[in-house]
């Protein structure tokens, strides 16, 4: 009984990294990083939508590398968040998408072994931020629920569009 677990545990992990590979064929390339003006412009749009519904949150923005570019904490909002919403950015700009597709993967698709991809955050707020069909960084918002969270990071990601 120990043995046949064991066989589709390795079977499911197996599967998890296929998936893996496949989506990230997928996945849009690298380009150019995110400058300063882009990083405000994005900033400003997440917070604008933050703003208009009450929402106190931390905006980080990174380039295509990971680097934190801009980081913004509306008043009010919990210090935990910040490393929460760089964490998110990082993570999707890594994996080149975003963060809720490891969340689906945990939550509804019972894939507990891809939350220990190093540096993979598990929760909605993380997108790519793309210019030009190209990865140039990511937002990460945190500090309402991820739901909220991911509406304030789109509308960051979709000012570049």
Known sequence: MHFERLIAQTFLIFAAVLVS?????????YGMNLN????????????????????NVVIAVVDAGGALVMLQRIDGTQ??????ATQK??????????????EDAVKVGGNPQ?????GAMPVEGGLPILMDGK??????????TSAQDGMVAKAGME???
Do not use: H
Request: proline share 4%; no cysteine.
């Open 21 to 29: 590979f496949a989506a990230q064929a997928q996945a849009p390339m």
């Open 36 to 55: 300063l003006d882009t990083a405000r412009k994005v900033s400003a749009a997440a917070e604008a939508e933050a703003r208009k519904n009450n929402w």
């Open 79 to 84: 210090y935990g968040s910040v490393a929460v």
């Open 89 to 102: 950015a990082q993570s999707a700009v890594a994996y080149r998408r975003p963060t809720k597709v490891f």
């Open 114 to 118: 891809l939350a220990f991809l190093p």
């Open 135 to 144: 990865i140039v960084g990511a937002i990460g918002v945190s500090g309402v």
């Open 159 to 161: 000012s570049v569009k």
